[in-house]
């Protein structure tokens, strides 16, 4: 569900292949070379879809994998035994 995608703008599309011919960045810088040179706001997020589209950008693999957790313990200093053997020598 959620909001409905606005459809691929003919003027975007240009302004965007332009700036990537010029700087040759990706989404995010693009954004500002975009608002300063051809005056249009234009999100990062709709400007990378452009790239994808236009196979200039391709998806991260790195942030679809999910990740297992994983609980890490820390490594004792000294072993177990020898404290617990130290707690009774000290009890006597």
């Known amino acids: 569900m959620g909001r409905p995608r606005k459809p691929f703008d003919e ?3 240009e302004a965007i292949g332009e700036a990537y011919q010029i700087y040759r960045f990706g989404a995010r810088i693009l954004e500002v070379a975009v608002i300063k040179v051809f005056k249009i706001r234009i999100s ?3 400007i990378h879809m452009y790239l994808k ?3 200039l950008a391709h998806k991260d693999a790195k942030k679809k994998k999910r990740s297992k957790w994983v ?3 820390r490594k004792l200093a000294y072993p177990q035994e020898i ?3 130290m707690n009774r020598v000290g009890q006597t």
């Open 11 to 13: 003027r975007e599309a």
């Open 44 to 46: 990062h997020n709709r």
């Open 53 to 55: 589209a236009a196979d």
């Open 71 to 73: 609980r890490y313990e």
């Open 83 to 85: 404290s617990i053997g």
